[in-house]
C-alpha cells in the first residue's frame, strides 16, 4: 500500500485509504486481482475436471468396480463425467487460465497501461464467469444429475430428457454455458480496447509482445465466432423448456443445424485457446534462448491468417453427419490448409531457438515441451481433416486422442509454462526449480503413456462415449484392456504429480526466494514494475523505445534491451 | 496509482493510460462497436439458422399459419428508420449547439418507443390468430428473432434514456453520444434485414 500511496500522491490526485479485505481481493476493479482471480477459479475447475476424469478412467480400465473417493460409476454417471469433464477443461480451464488469467493480469502490464479501460466490466466479467461456475457444480447436484449429453450437446440426445435423462442437469448445463460466455465476451471487449487504446506512448504495432497480440486475436475471434452459439443455446434451451422445434425434425426442425451452430463457434474455439498458449511460448523462448523472435511480423501475419482461415474449417467435424460429399471435400482443402500457418509458427519458434544460448529452465522445459507435444496433436490432425480418412477415425479414441494431444499443450502444458514464468512477477518470489522440474517431468511422461495407447487402441476401431467395453466382444481383447490399464495408471501418475505443483506454489508463495524487478533479464514492460506490481501498476508510467524481442544485440554490454529504455 | 477520482464532468472513472494517446476510435465507441460485432454474429446465426430451415421445408409458410402482418409492419420500419436519422441529425446538432440537440433525440427515442409498442401489439394480434412460439417452425423463428431484436431496441432505448439525461444536466461527452449511436444504428439497421427475411 505504501508505494500506492506514493505513486497517487505524486500525481496529485486523492489517494485510496487503506482498502479492507473486500474491496481489495473480492469486489477490485484491478485488472492484476481480477487475473488472479480467474487463475485460481480456473485451476480449482481443473481439480473437478481432473477428478473426473480419474473416475470414468477408473471405471474404463476396471469396469464395475467401486472407484475409490467416487463409488460405483453408474452408466448416467458415466455420461455427466465425461461430458462435464470436456466442457469444464474447455470452457472452465484453457479459457479462464489462458485467455481470462493471462490476458487480465499481462495485457495492461506489458503495453504500460494503470488498468484496463473499462475496470468495473472487468469485475463484471469475473463475476458472471464466477456465477457461471456456480450454477454447472450446482448442475451435478439436481435431480437426474449433471448432463449426460457429451460436451457438444447434440440434439435430440441434449433436446430431449428421455434420452439424456437428465432434464435438470441440462439446462443448467446450457444456462452455465451461456454465462460463461457472455463473462469472456465483456472481457474480450476490454482486452482490444486496452490493446488499442492504452499502449505506452512510442509502443508501434509491431512493438507489442507476441502474447498481447495472440490474445487480441483469440479475442476478435471468439466474439465473431460466440454469436452463432449463443442463438443454438437460446433455441435449444426452448426445445428443451418450452416446447420448440427448432432441432426436431418430426416437427419441421433439422439437428444437423445445431452441429453447424455449435462447430462454426467450437472450431474457432480451438485456435482461440491456442494462440494465447503460443504466444506465451514466444515470449517464454525468446527470453530463454536470449535470441530475437524470429520473423516477427511473419508469424504476426500467420496469426491472422489462421484467425480467417479458422472461420471456413469447422464442417470437418460433420464428414459423417449426412452433409454433402462436395462440401467435405471443400472442407477437406480449408482444413488441411490452416495446419500451414500453425506448422509454421512452430517452425518459426524452432529457428528462434537455432543458435541461441538455451538455458533449461522450468518455463523453457514447459515452452518446449508445448512445441514437441503440440506437433503430434497437429500431426494426427491431418487424418482427421481428410475426409475418406475421417470416416474411419470417426468417433474413435483416436480423435479423442489426437484432441487431447492439442488440448493438454495448450491448456495444461501452456499454464504450467506461463505460471512458472510469470509466478516471479504475480507473487513476487521465486518458484523452486527443482520442484518444477520434478513436476514437468512427472506430468509430461505419464501424459504421452496416457494418451498413446489411445491412439492405438482408437486404430484398432474403440468407439468414444462407452460406457463398459467388456460388452463388445471385438473391443475386449486382453491386450485391448491391458491398454486401457495402461492409460489410467499413467492418468494416476499424472495427477499424484499435480500435487508437487501445489507445494511448490504454496511453499514458493511462503519462503521463496526474493524475486526482484526482473529476475529473468527480460525486456517488456511488466518486468520494469515492481513484484508484485501496486494498484495502478507503475509511479510513472513507461515509454516505449523499441521492440520486444531486443535480446543479445551486438555492441551492447548486456545482452538485453529493455522496452522502456531511451537506449 | 489508483486514478479514482470521480471527474465531475463525466462521472465515471478515468485511467491515465488511455490519455497518453489520441486513439483513432474513443473507448467508449471501440467497445460499443465490439459489442455490436458479438450481436450481429447473433443475429446472423440465426437468421441463417431460419434460411436453412426454410429452405429444407417441403411446404412453406407452415399450412393453417396465419399471413404476417406485411404493411403495417413496413409503415413501423418507416418509423424505426425516421428514428435512426433523428438520432443523426441529434448528432450533427450536438457538434455545434449542445442544447438543440435535445429534440431530436427526445423524437428518435419517442419514435423507437412506438416501434416497439407497436410490434407488441402485432404481437398479440397474431398470437390471438393462433400464431405461437409453438405452433410452427415458422412461428418459433419469428418470435425468436423479432423478440431478439426487441430485446436489443428496449436495451438501446435504455441507453438513449440515459444520454438524454446527461444531456439534460449538461454531462454528456460527444464519445458517450457515439457509443449510444452506434448502439442504436445497429437495432436501426439490423430491422429491415428481418423485415425482409422474415417478413417477405
Same mark, same amino acid.
Given at each position: 500500500m505504501a508505494e500506492t500511496l506514493t505513486a497517487a500522491s505524486s500525481h496529485g490526485e486523492h489517494a485510496h485509504g487503506e482498502m479492507s479485505f473486500w474491496s481489495k481481493y473480492v469486489f477490485s476493479t484491478d485488472h492484476k486481482v481480477v487475473g488472479l482471480q480467474y487463475m485460481f477459479t480456473g485451476i480449482f475447475m481443473g481439480l473437478i475436471g481432473g477428478f473426473m476424469a480419474y473416475a470414468f478412467r477408473m471405471q474404463l480400465a476396471f469396469p464395475g468396480v467401486e472407484v475409490p473417493g467416487y463409488g460405483l460409476v453408474s452408466p448416467v454417471d458415466y455420461n455427466a463425467l465425461v461430458t462435464n469433464h470436456g466442457t469444464i477443461m474447455i470452457f472452465w480451464v484453457a479459457m479462464p487460465v489462458l485467455v481470462a488469467a493471462f490476458g487480465n493480469y499481462l495485457i495492461p502490464l506489458m503495453v504500460g497501461a494503470d488498468d484496463m479501460v473499462f475496470p468495473?466490466? &472487468?469485475?463484471?466479467?469475473?463475476?458472471?464467469?464466477?456465477?457461471?461456475?456456480?450454477?454447472?457444480?450446482?448442475?451435478?447436484?439436481?435431480?437426474?444429475?449433471?448432463?449426460?449429453?457429451?460436451?457438444?450437446? *447434440?440434439?435430440?440426445?441434449?433436446?430431449?430428457?428421455?434420452?439424456n435423462l437428465t432434464p435438470l442437469g441440462?439446462?443448467?448445463?446450457?444456462?452455465?454455458?451461456?454465462?460463461?460466455?457472455?463473462?469472456?465476451?465483456?472481457?474480450?471487449? &476490454?482486452?482490444?480496447?486496452?490493446?488499442? &487504446?492504452?499502449?505506452?506512448?512510442?509502443?508501434?504495432?509491431?512493438?507489442?509482445?507476441?502474447?498481447?497480440?495472440?490474445?487480441?486475436?483469440?479475442?476478435?475471434?471468439?466474439?465473431?465466432?460466440? @454469436?452463432?452459439?449463443?442463438?443454438?443455446?437460446?433455441?435449444?434451451?426452448?426445445?428443451?423448456?418450452?416446447?420448440?422445434?427448432?432441432?426436431?425434425?418430426?416437427?419441421?426442425?433439422?439437428?444437423?443445424?445445431?452441429?453447424?451452430?455449435?462447430?462454426?463457434?467450437g472450431h474457432p474455439e480451438v485456435y482461440v485457446v491456442l494462440l494465447p498458449a503460443t504466444g506465451l511460448v514466444a515470449d517464454i523462448i525468446t527470453v530463454f534462448s536470449r535470441k530475437k523472435l524470429f520473423a516477427y511480423r511473419t508469424v504476426l501475419y500467420t496469426v491472422f491468417a489462421t484467425g480467417v482461415l479458422s472461420f471456413t474449417v469447422w464442417a470437418h467435424h460433420q464428414f459423417v453427419a449426412?452433409?454433402?460429399?462436395?462440401?467435405?471435400?471443400?472442407?477437406?482443402?480449408?482444413?488441411?490448409?490452416?495446419?500451414?500457418?500453425?506448422?509454421?509458427?512452430?517452425?518459426?519458434?524452432?529457428?528462434?531457438? *537455432? @543458435? @541461441?544460448?538455451?538455458?533449461?529452465?522450468?518455463?523453457?522445459?514447459?515452452?518446449?515441451?508445448?512445441?514437441?507435444? =503440440?506437433?503430434?496433436? @497437429?500431426?494426427?490432425?491431418? =487424418?482427421?481433416?481428410?475426409?475418406?480418412?475421417?470416416?474411419? =477415425?470417426?468417433?474413435?479414441?483416436?480423435?479423442?486422442?489426437?484432441?487431447?494431444?492439442?488440448?493438454?499443450?495448450?491448456?495444461i502444458i501452456g499454464f504450467y509454462a506461463g505460471i512458472s514464468f510469470w509466478f516471479p512477477k504475480m507473487f513476487g518470489k521465486m518458484m523452486n526449480e527443482t520442484l518444477g522440474k520434478i513436476h514437468f517431468w512427472g506430468t509430461v511422461i505419464p501424459f504421452n503413456l496416457i494418451f498413446i495407447p489411445l491412439f492405438v487402441l482408437g486404430a484398432s476401431g474403440q468407439h468414444r462415449r462407452i460406457y463398459d467395453f467388456s460388452h463388445f466382444p471385438n473391443l475386449s481383447a486382453p491386450w485391448q484392456q491391458d491398454l486401457r490399464i495402461l492409460a489410467?495408471?499413467?492418468?494416476?501418475?499424472?495427477?499424484?504429480?499435480?500435487?508437487? =505443483?501445489?507445494?511448490?506454489?504454496?511453499?514458493?508463495?511462503?519462503?521463496?526466494?526474493?524475486?526482484?524487478?526482473?529476475p529473468w533479464k527480460s525486456n517488456t514492460l511488466e518486468w520494469t514494475a515492481e513484484s508484485p506490481p501496486p494498484h495502478g501498476n507503475w509511479s510513472e508510467l513507461p515509454t516505449v523505445y523499441r521492440g520486444p524481442y531486443e535480446y543479445g544485440v551486438p555492441g551492447r554490454d548486456s545482452d538485453y534491451w529493455p522496452q522502456n529504455e531511451p537506449n | 496509482m489508483p486514478i479514482s477520482v470521480t471527474n465531475q464532468d463525466y462521472g465515471r472513472i478515468h485511467l491515465v493510460a488511455d490519455s497518453r494517446r489520441q486513439p483513432l476510435l474513443a473507448s467508449s465507441v471501440m467497445g460499443m462497436l465490439l459489442f455490436v460485432l458479438i450481436e450481429a454474429m447473433l443475429f446472423a446465426g440465426m437468421i441463417s439458422a431460419y434460411s436453412i430451415i426454410r429452405s429444407g421445408a417441403m411446404i412453406w409458410p407452415p399450412p393453417d399459419q396465419p399471413r404476417l402482418p406485411i404493411e403495417e409492419t413496413a409503415i413501423n420500419t418507416a418509423a424505426l428508420m425516421l428514428s435512426g436519422l433523428l438520432l443523426f441529425v441529434? #448528432?450533427?446538432?450536438?457538434?455545434?449547439?449542445? !442544447?438543440? %440537440?435535445? $429534440?431530436?433525440?427526445?423524437?428518435?427515442?419517442?419514435?423507437? %418507443?412506438?416501434?416497439?409498442?407497436?410490434?407488441?401489439? +402485432?404481437?398479440? %394480434?397474431?398470437?390471438? +390468430?393462433?400464431? $405461437?412460439? $409453438?405452433?410452427?417452425?415458422?412461428?418459433?423463428?419469428? /418470435?425468436?428473432?423479432?423478440?431478439? #431484436? !426487441?430485446? #436489443?431496441?428496449? %436495451? !438501446?432505448?435504455?441507453?438513449?434514456? /440515459?444520454v438524454a439525461l446527461r444531456l439534460q444536466r449538461g454531462w454528456l461527452a460527444s464519445s458517450q453520444l457515439a457509443a449510444a449511436e452506434v448502439f442504436w444504428y445497429f437495432v436501426v439497421g439490423m430491422w429491415p434485414i428481418i423485415y425482409l427475411v422474415v417478413y417477405l
Open positions: 468495473r466490466l &472487468n469485475r463484471l466479467s469475473y463475476q458472471v464467469f464466477l456465477l457461471s461456475a456456480i450454477v454447472l457444480i450446482c448442475s451435478f447436484f439436481v435431480e437426474g444429475g449433471g448432463f449426460g449429453g457429451a460436451w457438444t450437446a *447434440y440434439p435430440p440426445l441434449s433436446a430431449q430428457s428421455q434420452y441440462s439446462s443448467l448445463w446450457l444456462v452455465a454455458v451461456g454465462l460463461e460466455f457472455v463473462a469472456f465476451l465483456i472481457g474480450g471487449i &476490454n482486452f482490444i480496447t486496452t490493446a488499442m &487504446n492504452s499502449r505506452a506512448p512510442g509502443m508501434k504495432a509491431y512493438d507489442i509482445p507476441m502474447i498481447v497480440w495472440m490474445i487480441v486475436v483469440a479475442s476478435i475471434m471468439f466474439m465473431a465466432s460466440v @454469436g452463432p452459439l449463443l442463438a443454438g443455446a437460446v433455441m435449444l434451451f426452448m426445445d428443451q423448456n418450452i416446447g420448440t422445434a427448432f432441432f426436431d425434425p418430426d416437427r419441421g426442425g433439422d439437428p444437423i443445424l445445431w452441429q453447424h451452430l455449435f462447430w462454426f463457434f449426412g452433409i454433402d460429399p462436395r462440401m467435405a471435400h471443400v472442407f477437406t482443402v480449408t482444413t488441411l490448409l490452416i495446419s500451414i500457418p500453425i506448422a509454421e509458427m512452430m517452425f518459426v519458434y524452432i529457428a528462434t531457438l *537455432y @543458435g @541461441g544460448s538455451i538455458t533449461l529452465t522450468t518455463p523453457m522445459l514447459w515452452a518446449l515441451a508445448f512445441i514437441a507435444e =503440440f506437433l503430434i496433436g @497437429g500431426v494426427t490432425g491431418v =487424418f482427421l481433416g481428410a475426409s475418406g480418412a475421417d470416416i474411419y =477415425f470417426h468417433d474413435t479414441y483416436f480423435v479423442l486422442a489426437h484432441f487431447h494431444y492439442t488440448f493438454f499443450p495448450i491448456a489410467t495408471s499413467a492418468l494416476l501418475v499424472m495427477l499424484a504429480f499435480q500435487s508437487v =505443483f501445489l507445494v511448490n506454489f504454496v511453499w514458493s508463495l511462503w519462503k521463496g526466494r526474493k524475486a526482484g524487478k526482473n | 441529434a #448528432h450533427r446538432r450536438f457538434r455545434r449547439d449542445r !442544447a438543440r %440537440a435535445r $429534440t431530436p433525440l427526445l423524437l428518435s427515442m419517442l419514435l423507437g %418507443a412506438v416501434f416497439v409498442v407497436f410490434q407488441g401489439v +402485432e404481437w398479440v %394480434a397474431l398470437i390471438r +390468430e393462433g400464431f $405461437t412460439l $409453438t405452433s410452427s417452425s415458422q412461428g418459433s423463428f419469428f /418470435y425468436l428473432i423479432v423478440g431478439m #431484436h !426487441a430485446l #436489443h431496441a428496449v %436495451a !438501446a432505448l435504455g441507453v438513449l434514456a /440515459y
